[in-house]
């Protein structure tokens, strides 16, 4: 299984807070928690995980909880958002969608926001991670450029 966590993670904090290590590797329970119900026996076939360089994604606590759980790590160059999934697959659709629409409140964006991602078809993001492959190659064939297409 592949997993891609970074810019999300971010956004399913409570609005003020910080993430540090500790939070992040409570994010990864969860994930891990919400894998082992919806997707039995997917955990044992082990996890490819993508996260950036940032500092609660390298710091010790998260690197000893994804080694526990024996979770792979993709690297991830620095300041590659051309190799961030949600960079290039989720906002551009998701700023078209979200386009010329106003909020009342936070509550209603969230509701929005919820609507459109229980409409996305599982294609959606299949078509998503099978694109990172081709944008890792052409990383890498370019020596770690920017890929941008």
């Known amino acids: ?29 969860r994930l891990k928690e919400a894998i082992r119900r919806k997707r039995p026996g997917l955990l044992r076939r082990g996890v490819v995980l993508q996260h950036d360089n940032a500092t609660p994604h390298s710091a010790n606590l998260t690197q000893q909880w994804l080694q526990r759980y024996r979770w792979e790590i993709l690297p991830h160059p620095a300041h590659s958002p051309d190799l961030a999934p949600s960079d290039f697959l989720l906002f551009g659709p998701l700023k078209r ?20 991602f229980d409409n996305l078809d599982v294609d959606f993001f299949r078509v998503g991670i099978n694109s990172l492959l081709l944008r890792w190659q052409k990383c890498i064939d370019l020596h770690g450029d920017y890929v941008e297409k």
Request: some cysteine; hydrophobic content about 35%.
């Open 1 to 29: 299984m592949f997993v891609v966590l970074g810019n999300l993670e971010r956004k399913c904090q409570p609005q003020g807070q910080c993430i540090n290590a500790a939070r992040y590797c409570s994010t990864l329970d």
């Open 97 to 116: 969608h979200l386009g010329g629409m106003a909020f009342e409140t936070e509550d209603d964006l969230i509701s929005e926001l919820r609507n459109w």
